[in-house]
């Protein structure tokens, strides 16, 4: 039983290894960006548009209404961040009912990555809102005192994104295999799709979450909605 | 018993306990925000979409001590940091 998909390994040269996790990211990515690249060749501003159309336009509103709730004011800045977070985790569930398709996010090598880009993403969107001492200074907010617990907590929730991911995706892939050698066929059809609905769910809190981080960085200027600011911390 | 049926029993027996016991308090408190929420809900209906959305955040946050409960098991149960360690100690003698 293998724990992550780093340890299938396809093709090996020295040092290069490609194993299952590059391969299906890259996969992931090239299908991804193809066929955004396909449907918006020809975009029709009538009412008569494709299918693909119809599906882009629902995905970016829908994308674009949750980042506004969550109190950034101007989605547009922050939607290829966060559109793309969401869409790749989503995507990443979605194709595992694909036979011998293993999500990347179940590897801790890309979680890591991703929570990594939102670590470095929310200082980024801050200083740019901000300037850089008014950023530097929402560190030592309430009191001076705080300084070193909100540098801690920066650290433990880029943790934290990451292994909450991976152990969700990882978790349910794992469940799968276990059934499959211990009951009928019919029950690890089951788990897969309980597990598509926690990958859906996951890649929605994981860009939420970036999404509450960012505005978290960002508000001090402008005031802004209460609604989530609570989870923040 | 020998150096590794220690380190096997502990491993196995400490990832069932792991999980088991680190399911309990994130299960009641689970429970307690879908309560919540659901009493919030019938109050509010149109606050839903507020309300589902802090429900959902709020309980990956929950969850997310479960799972990291599991991966402390997963890892005592595939990926045994001590079993190299004894292996080689054995090996060694």
Known sequence: MHISPDQTIFWQYGFF?????????WALMIVLAGGSRLVTRKLSTGLERSRWQN???????GIE????????????????????LFVFVAAASICTVIPGFDPPTASLSTTAALALSVFVAVPFFGVEEQGVLNYL?????????????????ELSRTLALAIRLFGNIMSGAMIV????????????????????????VQAYIFSILAAV????????RKPKPQSMQGVAA | MDNITIVAVASIVIAGITTGFGAIGPALAQGRAVASALTALAQQPDASSTITRTLFVGLAMIESMVIYCLLISLILIFVNPFWNHVIAQTAGK
Do not use: D
């Open chain 1, 137 to 153: 200074k929402s560190y030592a907010t309430p009191t001076p005192m705080m300084l070193p617990f909100n540098i801690i907590s």
């Open chain 1, 213 to 220: 981080y960012i505005a978290a960085a960002t508000r001090v």
């Open chain 1, 177 to 200: 295999g276990i059934l499959l050698t211990i009951t009928p066929f019919i029950f690890p059809i089951v788990m897969t799709m309980l597990g598509q609905l926690t990958g859906m």
């Open chain 1, 65 to 84: 209404k949750q980042i506004e709730e969550v109190g950034l004011s101007e989605p547009r800045k922050y939607i290829a961040f966060l559109g793309t």
């Open chain 1, 55 to 61: 599906l882009l336009e629902i995905l970016v509103t």
């Open chain 1, 17 to 25: 290894k490609l194993n299952a996790t590059i391969l299906f990211t």
